[in-house]
């Protein structure tokens, strides 16, 4: 039988258990700032990156502030907009504002990711894309100089619908614009590809989809339990990941209520890199 001090004690740690939950909720979603510093004797001053992945068309406040003052407070050179910037379900207007007010400040390169391919809206997501500043990247490469530094920066679409082989062809019209003496970039959405991505020489791969693996446990769970295909127990959610000579970074991404499931002990992320 309850007594009413027995059921005031019950009561205290619902309290707290729905606090300490509210809590844990709260962190998981605070956004985290990562930095990594690439070393190259390609690049004698250097430069600054931004990698932005798997928005979703998320909302982070009035528009988007808080991710708009950690990007400025970071002051990046090039901000590179991973896939996945908008999604299927979710208004194209969220993250075309959030692309354009990013690109009046910062050059800004952009490739497709699978669920602007769902949508059946990807031609009209590019040209909302460019209009808003950003440079759509589809198989070719533009040139960025800083200074004296000139970097190639390459990108490709997700390969949903246009499959592998279509794919191929796009990195193999990139190859024309390499140039070994200069430091070459391919930005693409899809981290699991990272072999085909090897084979053409690129320094830097740059990387998202995985979603941090969704589920995290420090120590025993560290790379997420599932990640989109690359199934259970992935390999390529977040981090550096060395392929011959080439390397690849991959963001956890910023998906937050596009997504089904929570995130735990994996908060959303934003991604600096400096090229030293």
Not at 17 to 38: D, E, G, H, K, P
Not at 146 to 166: A, M, R, W
Request: hydrophobic share 40%; with cysteine; charged share 20%.
């Amino acid at each position: 039988m309850f007594t009413s001090k027995r059921i005031r004690k019950l009561f205290i740690i619902a309290i707290i258990l729905f606090l300490a939950f509210l809590l844990f909720f709260f962190l998981s979603y605070r956004i985290q700032v990562t930095n990594y510093n690439v070393e190259t004797g390609k690049i004698h001053s250097p430069i600054r990156i931004a990698l932005i992945t798997d928005f979703h068309s998320c909302k982070y406040g009035e528009n988007e502030k808080p991710i708009l003052e950690l990007i400025d407070a970071e002051q990046p050179d090039i901000v590179l907009l991973g896939g996945d910037i908008y999604d299927d379900d979710l208004p194209i207007e969220t993250a075309a504002n959030f692309i354009q007010a990013v690109s009046q400040k910062y050059p800004s390169f952009y490739v497709s990711g699978n669920h602007e391919y769902w949508s059946s809206q990807m031609d009209f997501i590019k040209e909302v894309t460019t209009k808003a500043g950003a440079t759509v990247l589809e198989g070719n490469c533009l040139q960025l100089k800083k200074s004296n530094e000139l970097v190639n920066i390459c990108g490709i679409d997700d390969p949903t619908y246009i499959g592998l082989d279509s794919l191929k062809v796009q990195l193999e019209s990139t190859m024309k614009f390499l140039d070994k003496g200069k430091y070459n970039i391919l930005l693409a959405h899809r981290p699991e590809l990272v072999d085909i991505y090897a084979e053409y020489g690129f320094d830097l791969v740059t990387a998202g989809h995985a979603h941090g693996g969704q589920w995290r446990l420090p120590l025993l769970l560290e790379d997420g339990f599932y990640a989109p295909d690359q199934g259970f127990f992935p390999k390529y959610t977040g981090g550096i990941h060395q392929k011959k000579e080439t390397l690849m970074i991959v963001s956890r991404g910023l998906a937050k209520e596009s997504t089904r499931l929570p995130r735990i002990f994996n908060r959303p992320e934003i991604v600096f890199i400096n090229l030293l």
